[in-house]
């Protein structure tokens, strides 16, 4: 039987043959190295507290797998859907105070719930303020769905403050995570009670895992796919009849659950809710640190999640100038990698494919060198600012990096600003040649890709 050839040149089988049976079933490979990724995943889940045994460890742990979490949720609609949220903290908020009440009806015992699944309560209450004002939020896209994101947080913000019944004024709601052991469940069986921060860790754990897991699966279905053409370009989809404002509607409700679901366990973790969780600056600080890891890449919000609880807990308690020095580094990511921490990686693992990345280690040593130099110089000039503005009694003399520096010396101004500008002129120097370096690997790759597509 001959073959057909069809309307665009390409030769098919005829009809007879394509409804022909095979005889034999085919099944597609695993995808062996997404298996390792997701078992490595968890393995570090499972071993990370058995490293850092530290009470603190447990706690930046914990808050690690909650700030995975709603980052990646926020993810949901600045990466996947080009959606930029200013009020992305109104759902893990309101999730973590009608989780907050939860516990407390079940420490009451007026509702037998078991503690561990109080998160999901979070992520319905999440879902279901999504339901609520996300059709009005996703009427339209870019620059006005931001403006109207921003507004609906300020509301919430404001109303948080206006009803105390309800938030708690400025005290907030408190609960017990532990006296809800008498709900009974499967973790009370077992004699858990959640009083040991190791123990609220590996619950927190379970959730980051299977809360992860379900956000990439649903990159891969058809609405996460339609979710990025909504993205790229919204008149092609609705061309082709699709509505694009429900496509980001439904996925608003989705990220406003996973939000919701990171607000429960928060409510656990620190058994105090405030006004604090559904203001304009945590979600200012979702959009920060999702940016800073990655938002184009799923595993970048892991990253930024990261990186915003040793921001919050440990830089914090290092220099009370600490949000300054986030902006600058939110600054200098912009301007030279704007695709996050994730695409450095990214792009580093495409030059190591080919064998040449170790040609840049020089290169990437100069640059962290005069980086470092430029961040020393900046941050004596920041640390004897906020000293005369904030230390001014304890006299003009501050201890930093193990050297005495006079906020009122000219001397101390003098050499901070040296050092600051000779390392700008150093890394602009390394930077340039860096460039070169770069573009020549670049075109190598180009011509070897082609190359091989020949072959």
């Keep these: 039987m001959s073959a057909v050839v069809n309307e665009t040149g390409g030769i098919e089988s005829p009809p007879a043959a394509r409804s022909a049976p095979t005889g034999y079933y085919q099944f597609k490979p695993y995808n062996v190295g997404r298996w390792i990724i997701w078992t490595l995943f968890a393995l570090l889940l499972v071993v990370a507290p058995m490293v850092f045994t530290s009470s603190l460890s447990h706690t930046m742990l914990s808050q690690m797998g909650i700030a995975i979490i709603v980052c990646l949720s926020y993810n949901m609609l600045l990466g996947q859907g080009g959606m930029l949220s200013f009020g992305h903290a109104v759902y893990s908020g309101l999730g973590s105070f009608l989780a907050i009440h939860t516990l407390n009806l079940v420490s009451k015992g007026a509702l037998p719930l078991p503690v561990s699944l109080i998160p999901i309560v979070g992520g319905l209450s999440g879902a279901f303020f999504a339901v609520l004002l996300g059709w009005v939020t996703t009427k339209k896209a870019a620059?006005?769905?931001?403006?109207?994101?921003?507004?609906?947080?300020?509301?919430?913000?404001?109303?948080?403050?206006?009803?105390?019944?309800?938030?708690?004024?400025?005290?907030?709601?408190?609960?017990?995570?532990?006296?809800?052991?008498?709900?009974?469940?499967?973790?009370?069986?077992?004699?858990?009670?959640?009083?040991?921060?190791?123990?609220?860790?590996?619950?927190?754990?379970?959730?980051?895992?299977?809360?992860?897991?379900?956000?990439?699966?649903?990159?891969?279905?058809?609405?996460?796919?339609?979710?990025?053409?909504?993205?790229?370009?919204?008149?092609?989809?609705?061309?082709?009849?699709?509505?694009?404002?429900?496509?980001?509607?439904?996925?608003?409700?989705?990220?406003?659950?996973?939000?919701?679901?990171?607000?429960?366990?928060?409510?656990?973790?620190?058994?105090?809710?405030?006004?604090?969780?559904?203001?304009?600056?945590?979600?200012?600080?979702?959009?920060?640190?999702?940016?800073?890891?990655?938002?184009?890449?799923?595993?970048?919000?892991?990253?930024?999640?990261?990186?915003?609880?040793?921001?919050?807990?440990?830089?914090?308690?290092?220099?009370?100038?600490?949000?300054?020095?986030?902006?600058?580094?939110?600054?200098?990511?912009?301007?030279?990698?704007?695709?996050?921490?994730?695409?450095?990686?990214?792009?580093?693992?495409?030059?190591?494919?080919?064998?040449?990345?170790?040609?840049?280690?020089?290169?990437?040593?100069?640059?962290?060198?005069?980086?470092?130099?430029?961040?020393?110089?900046?941050?004596?000039?920041?640390?004897?600012?906020?000293?005369?503005?904030?230390?001014?009694?304890?006299?003009?003399?501050l201890r930093f990096l193990g050297m005495t520096l006079d906020a009122h010396g000219i001397n101390s101004w003098f050499g901070a600003a040296f050092v600051m500008v000779t390392g700008l002129g150093l890394f602009e120097i390394a930077r340039r040649q860096f460039a070169r370096h770069w573009s020549e690997i670049q075109e190598f790759i180009e011509k070897e890709t082609k190359r091989r597509e020949a072959l």
């Design 143 to 397: 620059t006005t769905f931001a403006m109207i994101t921003l507004g609906i947080g300020e509301l919430v913000w404001a109303m948080s403050l206006m009803f105390p019944e309800f938030f708690g004024g400025e005290g907030g709601v408190s609960g017990n995570r532990v006296t809800g052991a008498k709900a009974g469940g499967l973790a009370n069986a077992l004699g858990i009670t959640f009083g040991p921060q190791i123990e609220l860790y590996y619950l927190i754990a379970i959730y980051t895992f299977v809360c992860t897991a379900l956000m990439f699966a649903f990159t891969r279905t058809p609405l996460g796919r339609m979710l990025n053409a909504v993205r790229d370009n919204p008149e092609r989809v609705e061309f082709v009849g699709y509505d694009t404002q429900m496509v980001r509607y439904i996925a608003f409700i989705i990220a406003a659950f996973f939000a919701g679901i990171s607000g429960g366990l928060a409510a656990l973790n620190f058994e105090i809710v405030t006004s604090e969780v559904v203001s304009g600056p945590r979600s200012g600080a979702y959009l920060l640190f999702t940016f800073l890891g990655g938002a184009t890449f799923f595993f970048g919000p892991i990253i930024g999640a990261v990186l915003m609880v040793i921001a919050f807990v440990l830089l914090s308690e290092l220099t009370k100038a600490w949000l300054l020095y986030m902006g600058l580094v939110f600054l200098f990511m912009v301007m030279y990698a704007p695709g996050g921490i994730a695409s450095l990686i990214m792009m580093n693992l495409r030059v190591a494919a080919f064998g040449r990345l170790r040609e840049l280690w020089v290169s990437y040593l100069a640059l962290a060198f005069t980086a470092l130099v430029v961040l020393i110089g900046a941050a004596a000039m920041i640390e004897m600012v906020y000293h005369l503005k904030l230390n001014a009694a304890l006299g003009p003399q």
